[in-house]
């Protein structure tokens, strides 16, 4: 199982970014070539080598849980595939927001409550706190950005959709028939993220 880390609070949805770096991966090129060509066309058009390095680092890492089939999927699909996709690879990375899918989106989806308040995401950590001594050894503005951080992903993707000022529709992601079908039958996760059950 993953360790929880709060390292996605400096993540960012990088659409860009994996727009650039999976063409190069199908390519055939390595992981230092890559980075190599963004830095020398600064691709991620950021200011210093260091930032682009940083970035590279968590965008090549959300790239590694793509095989083959699903880069060309992601590359081949539609802006909902593209979108439905960077969710899965924030989850597949992250345990907090995979376990905040899990615990609290699907459960109150499934007992026909299909919102979440800004209250479940704070219960949530609360819980984690208490599960789990790394969680609860977060200092209070770690702890703030992780809740804001893991609405941010959900929102992006369509799948928390705001409808009051705390309160969000929960919604399946719209997928192809051509991802679905691969989810259906090779990724249970990426398939949830679409039917929700």
């Avoid at 503005?141 to 000022?165: H, N, W």
Wanted: glycine residues 4%; hydrophobic residues 35%.
């Amino acid at each position: 199982m993953m360790e929880y880390s709060a390292g996605f609070t400096s993540e960012g949805w990088f659409q860009n970014e994996i727009n650039i770096v999976l063409p190069l991966k199908i390519a055939g090129l390595s992981r230092s070539e890559i980075l190599e060509r963004i830095i020398e066309h600064n691709s991620f058009q950021l200011r210093s080598e260091s930032s682009i390095k940083k970035r590279f680092q968590m965008v090549y890492r959300r790239s590694e849980t793509f095989n083959l089939e699903l880069s060309k999927l992601y590359i081949d699909g539609s802006r909902l595939d593209q979108k439905a996709l960077l969710l899965y690879s924030y989850l597949k990375c992250y345990r907090l927001p995979y376990e905040f899918f899990n615990e609290v989106i699907l459960y109150n989806y499934h007992n026909n409550k299909p919102s979440i308040q800004i209250i479940d995401v704070e219960f949530f950590i609360e819980r984690k706190e208490g599960q789990s001594g790394k969680v609860a050894g977060f200092r209070p503005e770690t702890k703030k950005r992780l809740k804001s951080s893991i609405v941010m992903f959900f929102r992006e993707s369509g799948m928390l959709q705001e409808e009051k000022a705390d309160t969000f529709l929960i919604n399946p992601l719209h997928i192809s028939k051509n991802l679905k079908n691969y989810a259906k039958d090779y990724d249970p996760l990426l398939y949830l993220l679409s039917e929700l059950r």
